[in-house]
């Protein structure tokens, strides 16, 4: 999908929320989207899933079928948790058969049980919010637009965010979230676009350019081939540690058991 | 997008807030029907006048009973075009449900009676013509209390403006001589072409008059809803 050229503003004269935001997302690929408060981080994310129309500019290749988790759920409604994500997955077009089998199958993902017959309107904030994130996934979204989906979620509930993200990915979908509580390290590999005084631009993906060292443990044998397939794999040595060897002994023929890659 | 139209009277109809325009609705017609006996095609025809800011308000009502997230979640589902076209036919359904009530209110109340000198028109008649006087009342309401719903006017007051100068005009504009006439819905033309007998080419302009203006003022709501979820 193409964010071509986009400029925003909510009245005709008022100031332009983003100008000239020029972006792609592709199948397969999880953009996180950070910014100030007021940045226009929601801004964009309602541009990509459609709620916003462009003041300037266009989106292309929107996926046809598209999942937004808002940042607030409208709980304000007088629907039953079963009775508003049967009627979603209605609207999203499911048949009468399937959305039984779907709306089962997300309330027990999500631990929505105990909560199939109270009202949205008793629910707590996170609760809510699990109802927002499941009519969003009702139909396998090809963009799954998630704004803040962390806030006021339990524990369990967090580690299933990602889970759900790397499904739609996995299927070839394409994710955008916003996040400001760091929560998005849970999703190594996304690319990551900041927003700011109206324009997005695109950080250093995190997966690649930040490092990790690894320490392993190898016989003492199978020291010289395993270091050198790990530079033939691109590895960077960092030292090689063996039982009588000093520390700071280094090279792949150094008599080690332990090194450290990089 | 009948899924959508379902869920939009079920948020509507479970809020009770459906109960406010049938109650005024009732009132309305209670003290148009509670003068004496009159002819029915007659009777309907003010029916249909007094009832087109009810018809307004209760589409007004219906489309804001449903928060404004919600209603950009239905559109990411359906898209922007049948996500409007979903809200006005779900008024215009609500908008049936009040004509019905409209068209049997008199007879059980004794408002109206049947033919008694020559030259009146028979019962099945004459409810026929007050059927085609609701129905062209009914789109020309839809249409003004969609350009009156929250996501048009974006505060209350302006809401109730709207809906108040729409009245105003069909009132204002309506009697004989007016200057352009047709700002307004014909409905108090239909009403005065209803007290006696009723041309074929009278009834073919009241209903193109009557669509044309829901056409103009819908399509007013609908640029205007490019710009705003």
Known sequence: MWLEDIGLRYHRRGPWVLRQVTARVAAGEAVVVRGRNGAGKSTLLQLAAGVLRPSRGRVLDRPAVVGWVPERFPADQPFTVDGYLAAMARIASLSPATTERTVQRWVDRLGLGPFRTVRLAQLSKGTAQKVGLAQAVLRPPGLLVLDEPWEGLDAAARELVPQVIDEVLADGGSVLVSDHRGETVRLPGAREWSVADGAVVERAPSGEAAVAVVELEVPVGQLPTTVARLRAEGHHILRVRGPGAPPEATGPGAESASEVAR | ?229
């Open chain 2, 1 to 229: 997008m009948t899924a959508l139209v379902r869920f939009r009277l079920a948020g509507f109809l479970r809020t009770g807030r459906a109960l406010a325009p049938v109650m005024a609705g009732l009132l309305t017609l209670g003290i148009l029907y509670g003068g004496g006996r009159a002819q029915p095609a007659e009777a309907y025809g003010v029916s249909a006048v007094v009832l087109f800011p009810v018809l307004a308000w209760q589409t007004k009502i219906l489309l804001d009973v449903e928060p404004d997230v919600q209603r950009r979640l239905a559109l990411v589902a359906v898209g922007p075009a049948r996500e409007q076209a979903a809200g006005l036919v779900a008024a215009v359904v609500a908008g049936l449900g009040l004509v019905a009530v409209a068209l049997v209110f008199p007879w059980l109340v004794g408002g109206v009676a049947g033919p008694s000198l020559p030259g009146d028109l028979s019962v099945p008649a004459g409810v026929a013509l007050g059927l085609w006087a609701h129905l062209l009342a009914l789109p020309a309401a839809v249409a003004l209390g969609a350009l009156a719903s929250r996501v048009i006017t974006r505060s209350a007051g302006y809401g109730v403006a709207v809906l108040t100068l729409g009245t105003v005009g069909v009132l204002a504009l309506g009697f004989s001589g007016a200057v352009a006439p047709w700002l307004a819905p014909p409905l108090l033309p239909t009403a005065r072409a209803l007290v006696g007998p009723l041309p074929g080419s009278t009834a073919l302009l009241l209903t193109v008059w009557a669509l044309a203006w829901a056409a103009v003022v819908l399509t007013g709501y609908a640029r205007v809803r490019t710009r705003r979820a």
